[in-house]
């Protein structure tokens, strides 16, 4: 359990992981070692790495209408496996925003857990082809998944038609990621994308 | 017993606090879920989404925002899921000096080790033979008792002997374990003419139970050992045991449950209508197939202390020699048994609504978390019409309030 879990650290904090004795690392550090523990678990074939199948080995996950989605953005372009740095990676997304989370001074780049990057993650469900656009094409798609045979196609076809043009202020009939963000502003992200662990 | 609960907490302490000197993480088991998941519905959770973004209510228009529900409660059954966790062993609180259970081993001080050394004597080098030994007795007792039962012709007294050779077998395959087993509500013990439902953990439970009183098992038929003892113990008293090919024609299976049951003078039926091997935490789904032949039912509920030695059989992990070694090798099994009232079908109740009710009945007693999914969930995958349900609510939210728009 050693280097990968640190390393896992560093990614889970979006910082440089603090070594005094702060209460918080503890829980930091207990986090860790639980979904370390649930890798474990989930990793049948004991090779350090999940493949697809053994995501779809849960149940609750399996009866998601965007599962298949959920499991694909575990898993980098092209590739089978996962290991734990990139499973920590994609749930480092949806750790909660704390209000006196800053920038660890010279780290430039956003965390992980930003509203941006939680707006990224879904946007990317939609956007299977990372184009950054949303085509009428992807969002058909989506809503297929999450509504399966319940409604037809021309219905569908309208809801998303409506959707693009409510969101669409350029014009090009597909949706932007700035658009996607303008027409989610007043939602709340960081609640609704956000996994809170006990103590 | 209470010495040695004290001793293990005693160790769990020792190892927290050695841990904590050298600020090495320490695996904490939280039996209630490691993540807080809020008990919204879909629909509670869609409108409460759509109200925060754009002060509409649910009217049927289809929001990018929607997709923030599955991606969560997807996210969420990732990290902890309700079934996976039924299928392998319980995680205890403290630690019980069984290096199995400890998910914490380092060396973290000498008198713990040398504790656990000790422990180690005790059960592999004078617990274990003497149950061995015991086992094998019990088992060649039993074989050799009811074939010379099956030897006198049917009867009262036929009945009486092979009852008692039953009994005294069992009570020595008990001893054997080391079970150490409360009854609980003796006067509700099955009759005559009823069947008897249990959750399910492992192969143990038949033991228990049958060394409180008599059952006629169902099972199927086994080749070489089991088969050998399957046979003689028919020879005694009446079991049934299905061939392989019997038990896909449930209609054969169901009529020879319902004969049986119809003679008064048979001995209650043992089912175990989970199918499989729980963990103790959980009941699983109950198959409706015993609960249709329209007779009592008498539940009992079986739930074990795994303090002193974990019975749940993990059997995708361990085969049978394994898991009864590891069984004799543990402090003790302790474990509670309440005979519950018997319940029967009432009127304009299915099969399964009334499987249901047992299973509740049964998990409300003996502590565990009722629910309504598949035992099978171990081996097999999830039926669609679940993820179809989903997708039907789903999309009802999104049709179904513009039928009213239009209609108005």
Same mark, same amino acid.
Request: charged share 25%; aromatic share 10%.
């Given at each position: 359990?050693?280097?990968?879990?640190?390393?896992?650290?560093?990614?889970?904090?979006?910082?440089?992981?603090?070594?005094?004795?702060?209460?918080?690392?503890?829980?930091?550090?207990?986090?860790?070692?639980?979904?370390?523990?649930?890798?474990?678990?989930?990793?049948?074939?004991?090779?350090?790495?999940?493949?697809?199948?053994?995501?779809?080995?849960?149940?609750?996950?399996?009866?998601?209408?965007?599962?298949?989605?959920?499991?694909?953005?575990?898993?980098?372009?092209?590739?089978?496996?996962?290991?734990?740095?990139?499973?920590?990676?994609?749930?480092?997304?949806?750790?909660?925003?704390?209000?006196?989370?800053?920038?660890?001074?010279?780290?430039?780049?956003?965390?992980?857990?930003?509203?941006?990057?939680?707006?990224?993650?879904?946007?990317?469900?939609?956007?299977?082809?990372?184009?950054?656009?949303?085509?009428?094409?992807?969002?058909?798609?989506?809503?297929?998944?999450?509504?399966?045979?319940?409604?037809?196609?021309?219905?569908?076809?309208?809801?998303?038609?409506?959707?693009?043009?409510?969101?669409?202020?350029?014009?090009?009939?597909?949706?932007?990621?700035?658009?996607?963000?303008?027409?989610?502003?007043?939602?709340?992200?960081?609640?609704?994308?956000?996994?809170?662990?006990?103590? | 017993?209470?010495?040695?609960?004290?001793?293990?907490?005693?160790?769990?302490?020792?190892?927290?606090?050695?841990?904590?000197?050298?600020?090495?993480?320490?695996?904490?088991?939280?039996?209630?879920?490691?993540?807080?998941?809020?008990?919204?519905?879909?629909?509670?959770?869609?409108?409460?989404?759509?109200?925060?973004?754009?002060?509409?209510?649910?009217?049927?228009?289809?929001?990018?925002?929607?997709?923030?529900?599955?991606?969560?409660?997807?996210?969420?059954?990732?990290?902890?899921?309700?079934?996976?966790?039924?299928?392998?062993?319980?995680?205890?609180?403290?630690?019980?000096?069984?290096?199995?259970?400890?998910?914490?081993?380092?060396?973290?001080?000498?008198?713990?080790?040398?504790?656990?050394?000790?422990?180690?004597?005790?059960?592999?080098?004078?617990?274990?033979?003497?149950?061995?030994?015991?086992?094998?007795?019990?088992?060649?007792?039993?074989?050799?008792?009811?074939?010379?039962?099956?030897?006198?012709?049917?009867?009262?007294?036929?009945?009486?002997?092979?009852?008692?050779?039953?009994?005294?077998?069992?009570?020595?395959?008990?001893?054997?374990?080391?079970?150490?087993?409360?009854?609980?509500?003796?006067?509700?013990?099955?009759?005559?003419?009823?069947?008897?439902?249990?959750?399910?953990?492992?192969?143990?439970?038949?033991?228990?139970?049958?060394?409180?009183?008599?059952?006629?098992?169902?099972?199927?038929?086994?080749?070489?050992?089991?088969?050998?003892? &399957?046979?003689?113990? =028919?020879?005694?008293?009446?079991?049934?045991?299905?061939? %392989?090919?019997? *038990? #896909? $024609?449930?209609?054969?299976?169901?009529?020879?449950?319902?004969?049986?049951?119809?003679?008064?003078?048979?001995?209650?039926?043992?089912?175990?209508?989970?199918?499989?091997?729980?963990?103790?935490?959980?009941?699983?789904?109950?198959?409706?197939?015993?609960?249709?032949?329209?007779?009592?039912?008498?539940?009992?509920?079986?739930?074990?202390?795994?303090?002193?030695?974990?019975?749940?059989?993990?059997?995708?992990?361990?085969?049978?020699?394994?898991?009864?070694?590891?069984?004799?090798?543990?402090?003790?099994?302790?474990?509670?048994?309440?005979?519950?009232?018997?319940?029967?079908?009432?009127?304009?109740?299915?099969?399964?609504?009334?499987?249901?009710?047992?299973?509740?009945?049964?998990?409300? &007693?003996?502590?565990? =978390?009722?629910?309504?999914?598949?035992?099978?969930?171990? %081996?097999?995958? *999830? #039926? $669609?019409?679940?993820?179809?349900?989903?997708?039907?609510?789903?999309?009802?939210?999104?049709?179904?309030?513009?039928?009213?728009?239009?209609?108005?």
């Amino acid at each position: 359990m050693g280097l990968p879990l640190v390393e896992s650290a560093l990614q889970w904090n979006s910082g440089i992981l603090n070594a005094n004795r702060d209460p918080k690392n503890d829980d930091v550090e207990f986090q860790i070692t639980r979904l370390y523990s649930r890798f474990h678990s989930l990793d049948k074939g004991e090779n350090g790495a999940l493949s697809r199948e053994d995501f779809q080995r849960i149940p609750e996950l399996a009866i998601n209408p965007l599962g298949d989605r959920i499991i694909n953005a575990f898993f980098p372009e092209g590739e089978d496996q996962v290991n734990f740095r990139g499973f920590m990676r994609t749930l480092a997304h949806f750790r909660p925003v704390e209000d006196n989370e800053k920038s660890k001074g010279h780290d430039a780049s956003e965390p992980l857990n930003s509203r941006n990057n939680k707006l990224l993650f879904a946007f990317r469900l939609y956007d299977l082809d990372r184009d950054d656009k949303i085509s009428r094409d992807e969002l058909l798609q989506v809503l297929r998944m999450m509504v399966g045979v319940n409604i037809s196609d021309e219905q569908l076809g309208s809801i998303a038609d409506r959707t693009i043009q409510e969101a669409d202020t350029n014009g090009d009939m597909s949706i932007s990621f700035s658009e996607f963000i303008k027409v989610l502003e007043k939602v709340d992200v960081e609640q609704k994308m956000s996994i809170r662990f006990l103590h | 017993m209470k010495t040695l609960l004290k001793i293990f907490e005693w160790a769990t302490l020792r190892i927290e606090r050695g841990a904590k000197e050298r600020n090495h993480p320490v695996y904490k088991p939280y039996t209630n879920g490691i993540i807080a998941k809020e008990p919204t519905s879909l629909v509670e959770e869609m409108t409460e989404i759509r109200r925060s973004g754009s002060n509409r209510d649910l009217d049927g228009a289809f929001e990018m925002s929607d997709i923030f529900y599955f991606c969560r409660r997807g996210l969420e059954s990732i990290v902890d899921d309700e079934v996976t966790k039924r299928f392998s062993a319980e995680e205890l609180e403290s630690w019980n000096l069984l290096t199995r259970s400890n998910y914490n081993f380092q060396h973290i001080s000498t008198r713990l080790t040398v504790l656990w050394g000790l422990g180690v004597f005790i059960r592999y080098g004078f617990l274990l033979p003497l149950r061995v030994t015991l086992a094998f007795t019990g088992v060649s007792c039993l074989v050799v008792l009811t074939t010379l039962v099956g030897y006198l012709p049917s009867g009262r007294v036929k009945n009486f002997l092979s009852e008692t050779a039953h009994l005294m077998c069992y009570r020595i395959c008990v001893r054997a374990l080391t079970a150490i087993i409360t009854y609980h509500h003796s006067e509700n013990k099955p009759k005559n003419g009823g069947i008897c439902v249990a959750n399910h953990t492992s192969p143990i439970d038949v033991i228990i139970l049958a060394s409180d009183g008599c059952y006629a098992m169902v099972g199927q038929t086994h080749g070489g050992l089991m088969g050998f003892i &399957q046979r003689a113990m =028919v020879r005694a008293c009446p079991h049934i045991w299905f061939e %392989r090919s019997e *038990v #896909k $024609d449930r209609h054969l299976v169901a009529k020879r449950l319902s004969d049986h049951v119809q003679d008064k003078s048979k001995l209650p039926i043992l089912i175990f209508p989970e199918g499989t091997c729980i963990n103790n935490t959980s009941v699983m789904m109950f198959k409706k197939g015993s609960f249709e032949i329209g007779c009592t039912v008498y539940p009992v509920a079986i739930k074990y202390d795994p303090r002193f030695g974990e019975a749940f059989w993990n059997s995708s992990k361990y085969g049978m020699v394994n898991y009864l070694l590891r069984m004799m090798s543990s402090w003790a099994i302790v474990c509670s048994v309440w005979y519950l009232p018997p319940m029967s079908r009432e009127e304009g109740e299915d099969a399964v609504q009334f499987a249901n009710r047992v299973k509740a009945a049964i998990a409300r &007693q003996g502590g565990l =978390v009722d629910m309504l999914w598949d035992g099978g969930l171990k %081996r097999g995958k *999830v #039926k $669609d019409t679940f993820k179809e349900e989903q997708q039907k609510l789903y999309s009802k939210i999104l049709v179904g309030t513009q039928e009213d728009r239009s209609r108005s």
